[in-house]
Nanobody
Framework: VQLQASGGGLVRTRDSLRLSCRVSGRTLSNYAMAWFRQAPGKERVFVAAISGPGGESYYADSVWGRFTISRDNAKNTMNLQMNSLKPEDTAAYFC?????????????????WGQGTQVTVSS
């Protein structure tokens, strides 16, 4: 199983970005998936998760109301729509999947990881 994240970039405060995570190797429609992020010098932390296959979504308080996670099981992809971006959202964003339908909130709960995609928000 391979996860590939894309869509990062350099934007300004209040701009929007859409991250995508493409899964290859097997279908993960029944697995929970998530986005984590890691700012320079800090630990990787939970951003958002979506359960499988019901698709319930969960968010960190810091992104609630601004970010939206979604998945397209037919295309084996997951997305993160990020609106009203702030400088504190600057980080490398990682997509992840776990071999269980229910979401997790910690790094150790996920079995597969993509490489990071950098998001930089300038003030």
């Amino acid at each position: 199983v391979q996860l590939q994240a894309s869509g990062g970039g350099l934007v300004r405060t209040r701009d929007s970005l859409r991250l995508s995570c493409r899964v290859s190797g097997r279908t993960l429609s029944n697995y929970a998936m998530a986005w984590f992020r890691q700012a320079p010098g800090k630990e990787r932390v939970f951003v958002a998760a979506i359960s499988g296959p019901g698709g319930e979504s969960y968010y960190a308080d810091s992104v609630w109301g601004r970010f939206t996670i979604s998945r397209d099981n037919a295309k084996n992809t997951m997305n993160l729509q990020m609106n009203s971006l702030k400088p504190e959202d600057t980080a490398a964003y990682f997509c992840a999947a776990r071999r269980y339908y229910r979401q997790g909130y910690y790094n150790g709960e996920y079995d597969y990881w993509g490489q990071g995609t950098q998001v930089t928000v300038s003030s």
